[in-house]
């Protein structure tokens, strides 16, 4: 059936700002189908209040409403505007719940406004715990003994009649908020009252725990014509029992017989078409008994997903795309597939290579927070990996993660005591899989570690494969007695030249330098979604070790963008928007855009964003074979955040261009010392400060410049063991902890700015001209971090004579530091004094939200200088904003409820909302403005 033309114009609802459980994994699916919507002629208007997002951008959608995500601002945007229908199914929970919250107060009734995708029975037969229990039952399937709880008393009974270990399952909740496994009577009260507060209807599932047994994920898709086609089958490599978010997970599904597949593939297809009214993407999770493969659906989720994402990006099928075209009416067979452009959308991808994901967790900045993995959601982010096997993609994974691992072990952080790892292998932690082969490579028996962990024994004998090479590579001395073979089979394992260097105790470079000298190079296949049966369109590649290259350097000019990596506190979806705005400039310039990111969740991932996507780790050895290949005219690093940035030395080292600021100017923005002298220079006021490399040279500093000092590591980010002391002793303390965690780094040493104002500009220079963007105030004094600090752009009490002041001191440091490109410069005012505190030579976590509150091209302008192919003076754009635009942060820490909740230099929210208001008498404005006195006191 061709599309409904009736349905002129469509309401998408996003997800709101980056929360642990709901990532901008909704930023792609928001954006893939706001562009697919947009190809069929339909007006798309769309509701979120996450600034730092594509999805609500201009180049996304007709109209952009950077507003909360309540009924009020749906009945404003329905009073302005003509809406035919509303597409809940691509915000993730946030969406689904406002939809019902609508309907049920008449909204979409009063305004004659269409659900499309799914209906509302739809949702609340998936969402409320009871009804799908009963609906399953019905459909013929098993289900875990359960009762349903509304109250304390109903609780404590279903309990008591079930019997432990239990697992709680809060209604309409996302990411597992308030769910638990409980093992013991004396824990379930406290835990029953958790998941009764969470669930907004008061409402708890009390399950038997169906411990060790394997999970299963589906993604299907379903038309109005009731066709099914399953898009992949995902395996956890941790067993029931642990958050599908936080468990390592790998497709296409490795232990999962014929037979159990099947019935999988049956029982997924008849709960969807049972939904009802329903057309779009769904997710059905599956526990599997490993011995006798019984089958028990846990949920389905009516609705693009975070899985869903990983699924498009695993396979290369667009699912949020044709999601949207469902909504509208289209049969599966009436489309095609996007990558091959031949095939029909009706057509089942396959899988000729891995992909693992692997959660980023950020336990660091959590102090007292609990590291067992349960039921409830922790890790802020992922990274994918592709690889020809199964150990490939995970060392993959482990070099993606951008916690300083070389892969899965073989490098400095292997553990040797054994009672500690007997000890994480039985409590699930977010190191464990490490831990795994540390048990094995000490000879804790196989057979051992499985009863601990629950993980089916072919990811143990995959690991142990791995051990068994460590062995087989100690016998020699060098990477020149490494016969060829066995080299190349190293390779293929995935084994970084870091880590083989780290086995033979020699240096990286000897191994590379062999290595290339024995011809052991990456080769490049395509994602296709077809095992090579039709030729594929779409240059999306990974890197293995084979005999055939399937990419293809081109003719023209090409330019990479290095991504961010995996999400995580202080480097987030605001660096992945810079990337793709980044990559069509350099589209618009006629270069060709290369992408390189490893972050499944992205809109700088998805198959038609760049002219070629590599979808490789963010790391060293991996950009430097694609540079080989590719031999581009440069390198971007402004844009993908300290990630980037960090590999900018190996760049400079190895004679790699970077377009825009070159090395030697970031590296003394970078360094204290040299940065300090440069604002001496200048003639630019600063804190007193010091740098120190032990626990003595600090305190002589600290007694130097006076207490309060800051004291921090250098080179992180996100204010990453950032701490304000007041005495000697707390100071020792902080400076241990630093060099137990970071032995390397310097510690740097700041005079504190008592009671100070913080502010900071961003700011764009050609070398001819410094471009103010935009000059924000924060709401939090001097001490808090700036993303965990509202901001107010424009600023809303410093003087003229203090704005004017920063202005001159942003024009006087990039003229110093040769800025060809993107700077932010963070400013304290004390006594109407000026000082400098930082300047950071890429783009900030700032720079979405000025360009969506001024409606400017913000990075269109920034690429084009660092290309070199246009001048600030080239551009005309008018800054729009009427009144003021507010920076809130949001933070998670419901997922820990016993960590420090207070803000100080250390940064701890996990995203952000924006709000505008027409003046400072504002009531939301005055509120935040209330709470800034909490936080002149220590």
């Known amino acids: 059936m061709p599309k409904?033309?009736?349905?002129?114009?469509?309401?998408?609802?996003?997800?709101?700002?980056?929360?642990?459980?709901?990532?901008?994994?909704?930023?792609?699916?928001?954006?893939?189908?706001?562009?697919?919507?947009?190809?069929?002629?339909?007006?798309?208007?769309?509701?979120?209040?996450?600034?730092?997002?594509?999805?609500?951008?201009?180049?996304?959608?007709?109209?952009?409403?950077?507003?909360?995500?309540t009924v009020e601002s749906i009945r404003e945007i329905l009073e302005e505007r003509q809406i035919d229908a509303v597409l809940p199914t691509m915000g993730g929970q946030t969406a689904l719940n406002l939809a019902i919250e609508a309907d049920k107060q008449g909204v979409w009734e009063k305004y004659g406004v269409r659900l499309i995708g799914v209906d509302i029975d739809a949702i609340e037969l998936t969402e409320n715990r009871e009804e799908f229990r009963r609906h399953v039952i019905k459909l013929g399937l098993s289900v875990a003994e359960s009762k349903i709880a509304n109250s304390f008393l109903e609780g404590m009974e279903a309990a008591q009649q079930i019997g432990f270990p239990l697992v709680l399952r809060p209604s309409y909740t996302l990411g597992g908020t308030g769910g638990g496994l409980v093992y013991k009577p004396e824990n379930f009260e406290e835990a029953l009252r958790r998941a009764l507060d969470a669930s907004p209807t008061h409402e708890v599932l009390v399950e038997k725990a169906v411990l060790g047994w394997k999970e299963f994920e589906l993604e299907l898709l379903r038309d109005a014509n009731d066709s099914v086609v399953i898009i992949c089958t995902v395996e956890n490599v941790d067993p029931m029992g642990i958050h599908t978010g936080d468990s390592i997970t790998v497709a296409p599904a490795m232990t999962l017989s014929d037979t159990g597949y099947q019935q999988m593939r049956n029982d997924a297809m008849m709960m969807m078409r049972s939904l009802g009214n329903f057309a779009g993407g769904c997710n059905v999770q599956f526990a599997q008994d490993p011995v006798t493969e019984k089958l028990i659906p846990i949920e389905i989720n009516p609705r693009v997903s975070r899985s869903s994402a990983l699924a498009s990006k695993a396979t290369g099928y667009p699912i949020a795309k044709i999601a949207a075209k469902l909504a509208i009416g289209y049969h599966l067979d009436e489309l095609k597939n996007q990558i091959t452009k031949t095939t029909s959308a009706y057509f089942e991808p396959t899988l000729d290579y891995v992909i693992v994901k692997m959660p980023r967790w950020n336990f660091n900045k959590f102090q007292g927070a609990d590291h067992r993995l349960g039921l409830q959601m922790k890790s802020?982010?992922?990274?994918?990996?592709?690889?020809?096997?199964?150990?490939?993609?995970?060392?993959?994974?482990?070099?993606?993660?951008?916690?300083?691992?070389?892969?899965?072990?073989?490098?400095?952080?292997?553990?040797?005591?054994?009672?500690?790892?007997?000890?994480?292998?039985?409590?699930a932690s977010d190191d464990r899989i490490y831990r795994i082969k540390d048990a094995l490579r000490l000879g804790v028996p196989a057979r051992t570690v499985q009863k601990l962990t629950r993980i089916d024994m072919w990811f143990i004998q995959q690991i142990k494969r791995l051990v068994k090479a460590e062995q087989e590579l100690r016998k020699y001395n060098s990477a020149k007695e490494i016969p060829v073979d066995f080299f190349r089979e190293l390779k293929k394992m995935g084994y970084s030249d870091a880590q083989i260097a780290f086995v033979l105790r020699t240096d990286e470079d000897s191994v590379t330098a062999e290595r290339k000298a024995l011809d052991i190079r990456r080769t490049y296949k395509i994602v296709d979604t077809c095992a090579a049966e039709f030729e594929a369109q779409t240059p999306y590649y990974y890197s293995t070790f084979d005999?055939?290259?399937?990419?293809?350097?081109?003719?023209?000019?090409?330019?990479?963008?290095?991504?961010?990596?995996?999400?995580?506190?202080?480097?987030?979806i605001e660096f992945d928007y810079c990337c793709v705005h980044g990559l069509l400039a350099i589209k618009e310039a006629g270069y060709e855009a290369i992408m390189v990111n490893c972050n499944p969740e992205t809109v700088s991932t998805d198959f038609d964003i760049a002219d070629k996507l590599y979808f490789e780790p963010v790391f060293w050895e991996h950009i430097?074979?694609?540079?080989?290949?590719?031999?581009?005219?440069?390198?971007?690093?402004?844009?993908?955040?300290?990630?980037?940035?960090?590999?900018?030395?190996?760049?400079?080292?190895?004679?790699?261009?970077?377009?825009?600021?070159?090395?030697?100017?970031?590296?003394?923005?970078?360094?204290?010392?040299?940065?300090?002298?440069?604002?001496?220079?200048?003639?630019?006021?600063?804190?007193?400060?010091?740098?120190?490399?032990?626990?003595?040279?600090?305190?002589?500093?600290?007694?130097?410049?006076?207490?309060?000092?800051?004291?921090?590591?250098?080179?992180?980010?996100?204010?990453?063991?950032m701490r304000i002391v007041i005495n000697d002793a707390e100071l020792e303390e902080s400076v241990l902890k630093i060099l137990k965690h970071m032995p390397d780094n310097k510690i740097l040493i700041d005079q504190f700015l008592e009671r100070a104002k913080e502010a900071?500009?961003?700011?764009?220079?050609?070398?001819?001209?410094?471009?103010?963007?935009?000059?924000?105030?924060?709401?939090?004094?001097?001490?808090?971090?700036?993303?965990?600090?509202?901001?107010?752009?424009?600023?809303?009490?410093l003087s003229e004579e203090v704005i004017e002041t920063m202005i001159a001191y942003t024009k006087k440091l990039a003229f110093a530091l040769n800025i060809r490109g993107l700077i932010n410069i963070q400013f304290a005012i004390k006594d109407e004094k000026v000082y400098v505190i930082e300047a950071n030579p890429r783009a900030s976590r700032t720079t979405p939200f000025i360009a969506k509150a001024y409606q400017i091209p913000y990075l269109k302008v920034a690429t084009h200088v660092m290309l070199g192919t246009k001048k600030i003076s080239d551009f005309e754009y008018i800054k729009k904003l009427k009144g003021y635009a507010i920076k809130v942060p949001v933070f998670s820490f419901n997922k820990?409820?016993?960590?420090?909740?207070?803000?100080?230099?250390?940064?701890?929210?996990?995203?952000?909302?924006?709000?505008?208001?027409?003046?400072?008498?504002?009531p939301f404005f005055r509120e935040l403005d209330r709470n800034r006195s909490r936080y002149l006191t220590r």
């Open 4 to 69: 409904d033309t009736s349905i002129r114009s469509i309401l998408i609802i996003g997800s709101g700002p980056i929360i642990i459980g709901q990532a901008c994994e909704f930023d792609y699916s928001g954006s893939q189908a706001a562009r697919s919507l947009r190809e069929e002629g339909i007006e798309v208007s769309l509701i979120n209040s996450n600034p730092a997002t594509i999805m609500t951008d201009q180049v996304t959608a007709d109209h952009i409403y950077l507003k909360p995500l």
């Open 380 to 427: 802020v982010g992922e990274v994918m990996s592709i690889g020809r096997n199964f150990i490939e993609a995970l060392q993959k994974a482990c070099q993606s993660q951008e916690d300083g691992r070389m892969g899965l072990g073989a490098d400095k952080k292997e553990w040797i005591k054994t009672d500690d790892i007997l000890k994480r292998l039985e409590e």
């Open 547 to 572: 005999q055939e290259n399937e990419s293809v350097p081109s003719d023209k000019k090409k330019v990479i963008v290095l991504g961010s990596g995996p999400n995580r506190i202080g480097q987030g």
């Open 624 to 721: 430097q074979e694609i540079i080989e290949l590719e031999k581009p005219e440069g390198v971007i690093v402004q844009l993908g955040g300290q990630t980037a940035l960090k590999l900018a030395e190996l760049f400079h080292e190895n004679g790699i261009k970077i377009l825009g600021t070159s090395y030697p100017s970031m590296d003394l923005a970078e360094d204290r010392g040299a940065f300090s002298d440069l604002l001496k220079e200048q003639e630019i006021p600063y804190p007193e400060y010091g740098a120190a490399n032990d626990a003595d040279e600090a305190l002589a500093i600290a007694n130097e410049v006076t207490y309060p000092v800051l004291v921090r590591p250098s080179y992180v980010l996100g204010g990453q063991r």
């Open 760 to 797: 900071e500009i961003d700011a764009i220079c050609d070398g001819e001209e410094v471009h103010i963007m935009g000059i924000m105030e924060h709401i939090e004094p001097a001490g808090i971090h700036s993303g965990d600090s509202a901001a107010v752009l424009p600023t809303y009490s």
């Open 896 to 922: 820990f409820p016993n960590v420090d909740k207070n803000l100080g230099p250390e940064m701890k929210s996990t995203g952000e909302a924006i709000q505008f208001i027409d003046n400072l008498e504002d």
